[in-house]
């Protein structure tokens, strides 16, 4: 069973720019597809953007697209997510999930069996 624990998030001013770290523990890390959700205060948790097993293919939605980089080094069982241009609405608690049965990263929160805890971003003016 894959347990995935995020780090990174903190307090930024706008503008600025945060990676989070997201690390597998457990067997066949590279067999997962894995995405990163997040929720923001009031707001259901939303898909933000996923990661194929090996890495070369991904998706985004709108909001960040262009802004947040997703990626994934599979010798050390961990996923990234490098977000620059923070807006305040990016504001969120950020959680990584990883999916074992679709190659392709889904962008379906039940497609997910694995989550982590999630770490706090807030963006401020």
């Known amino acids: 069973q894959l347990q995935l624990a995020e780090s990174g998030g903190r307090l930024v001013q706008a503008g600025g720019s945060l990676r989070l770290s997201c690390v597998g523990t457990?067997?066949?890390?590279?067999?997962?597809?894995m995405g990163w959700f997040r929720q923001a205060p009031g707001k259901e948790r939303e898909f933000i953007t996923a990661i194929s097993r090996d890495g070369l293919s991904n998706s985004y939605v709108d909001a960040v697209r262009g802004r947040f980089t997703i990626s994934r080094d599979n010798t050390k069982n961990t996923l990234f997510l490098q977000m620059n241009n923070l807006h305040p609405g990016d504001t969120a608690v950020y959680t990584c999930?990883?999916?074992?049965?679709?190659?392709?990263?889904?962008?379906?929160?039940?497609?997910?069996?694995?989550w982590g805890q999630g770490t706090q971003v807030t963006v401020f003016s």
């Open positions: 999930a990883a999916d074992r049965d679709r190659f392709y990263g889904s962008d379906r929160e039940r497609d997910y069996k694995n």
């Open positions: 457990g067997p066949d890390f590279n067999r997962y597809s």
